[in-house]
Structures are given as structure tokens and as C-alpha cells.
T-cell receptor
Framework: KQEVTQIPAALSVPEGENLVLNCSFT??????LQWFRQDPGKGLTSLLL?????REQTSGRLNASLDKSSGRSTLYIAASQPGDSATYLC???????????FGKGTKLTVNP | NAGVMQNPRHLVRRRGQEARLRCSPM?????VYWYRQLPEEGLKFMVY????????ESGMPKERFSAEFPKEGPSILRIQQVVRGDSAAYFC?????????????FGSGTQLSVL
């Protein structure tokens, strides 16, 4: 059974700092991995999607890496801003299944 | 180009009542997924539907819960005889094609509170 763990559960940093969020999964037979952002009282916004054959994806100040063999992914946020404050969720798709298995998220606070 | 629309945003029900949650997918999307987020828990898959068909309902509780996605109109998640443990945020997502390899677009969710 796939399990997704995100560390840390919460993170508070000053504005401008570079930071890394971690995601690990127990079953390396994944189809892809997605990072989402969830704002309070709102839905999820997809940030980056990494296919199992890829090592990383970049979008603006965000960079996500995937090491399938070790069951790890990281989300790197450069030059953090208060507007980046949100909960970041990692989710994996198993091969042959439509289900996404989510971690519990990392709650990020960027202080001005 | 409207996103995934869910209504109501907040729903309050007393124990034993029925809850009906609606989800209109993005234009051009024929695949709908329902997820539930319990307090302090991650999102859990419930059901995957295509127009008029349930493809995977392995995450649905065996009793009281049902889902449909008719040819016309929104997808409906129905919970009969609600209990306090059903209190959660229910999210709907849609995709143009099967989720594999495609980004999912999520709605803002329905917060169900059972008194």
C-alpha cells in the first residue's frame, strides 16, 4: 500500500529565504508525482507535474525533483515571498490507477 | 473559462439527514474524481467517474455513500443518513482525459458539517 510522507509538517521562514520541502513515498512504482498548493478554504492548485521518466520540472521560482528509486521528491522555492504562504501537498499516481495518494502536507509561512 | 465549480461551499446537516454535493467539471472535461479531506488528514480518493459510468469506487464507504455523473448536469456525491464522522471537506477534480499523465483541476470544495 502506497504511503506518502511530507516533512516538515510546518515551516516558518523569513521573506527572501530559499527553502526545500520534502516528500517521500514507499512504493517506487509510480506513474507521476504532483505538487499542489492549498490555500485556506480553497481548493488545490497544481504547481508541478513530474512524469516517472523525468528527474525535475521547473516553473518560475519553483523547482521539483524526483528520485524514483529512492522514493523521494523535493520542492525547492527560491526567494520566498509572503504570498507563498500556504499548505503544499505532494501526491503520487500509481501505475494503472487513477487514484492520487496524497501526503498530509507542509504548512509554509513566509514572514515579511 | 470557468474552473471546477462545487456547490454549496458550506453545508450543515443534522445527523440522519441527507447531504448532496454538486460538482460541475471544467468545460471539455469528462472525467470527475471525488476526494475527502478529514481534519488533520490528507486527501483520500473516493470515486472516479466518467459520463454516466462509475470507473473506480474503491475509496467509497460501502454504505450510505453514492456518486453519479449523468449525461447532462453536474456530478453528485450523495451521503444518506449522515453521521458526525462524515464532517469533512469534499473536493471534486476533473480532467480532460484519464488522470494518468494529466493535471487534475480541483474545485474549492464543500465543507460538510454534521451537527
Amino acid at each position: 500500500k502506497q504511503e506518502v510522507t511530507q516533512i516538515p509538517a510546518a515551516l516558518s521562514v523569513p521573506e527572501g529565504e530559499n527553502l526545500v520541502l520534502n516528500c517521500s513515498f514507499t512504493d517506487s512504482a509510480i506513474y507521476n508525482l504532483q505538487w499542489f498548493r492549498q490555500d485556506p478554504g480553497k481548493g488545490l492548485t497544481s504547481l508541478l507535474l513530474i512524469q516517472s521518466s523525468q528527474r525535475e520540472q521547473t516553473s518560475g521560482r519553483l523547482n521539483a525533483s524526483l528520485d524514483k528509486s529512492s522514493g523521494r521528491s523535493t520542492l525547492y522555492i527560491a526567494a520566498s515571498q509572503p504570498g507563498d504562504s500556504a499548505t503544499y501537498l505532494c501526491a503520487v499516481a500509481q501505475g494503472g490507477s487513477e487514484k492520487l495518494v496524497f501526503g498530509k502536507g507542509t504548512k509554509l509561512t513566509v514572514n515579511p | 473559462n470557468a474552473g471546477v465549480m462545487q456547490n454549496p461551499r458550506h453545508l450543515v446537516r443534522r445527523r440522519g439527514q441527507e447531504a448532496r454535493l454538486r460538482c460541475s467539471p471544467m468545460k471539455g472535461h469528462s472525467h470527475v474524481y471525488w476526494y475527502r479531506q478529514l481534519p488533520e488528514e490528507g486527501l483520500k480518493f473516493m470515486v472516479y467517474l466518467q459520463k454516466e459510468n462509475i470507473i473506480d469506487e474503491s475509496g467509497m464507504p460501502k454504505e450510505r455513500f453514492s456518486a453519479e455523473f449523468p449525461k447532462e448536469g453536474p456530478s453528485i456525491l450523495r451521503i444518506q443518513q449522515v453521521v458526525r464522522g462524515d464532517s469533512a471537506a469534499y473536493f471534486c477534480a476533473s480532467s480532460r482525459d484519464r488522470a494518468l499523465g494529466e493535471k487534475l483541476f480541483f474545485g474549492s470544495g464543500t465543507q460538510l458539517s454534521v451537527l
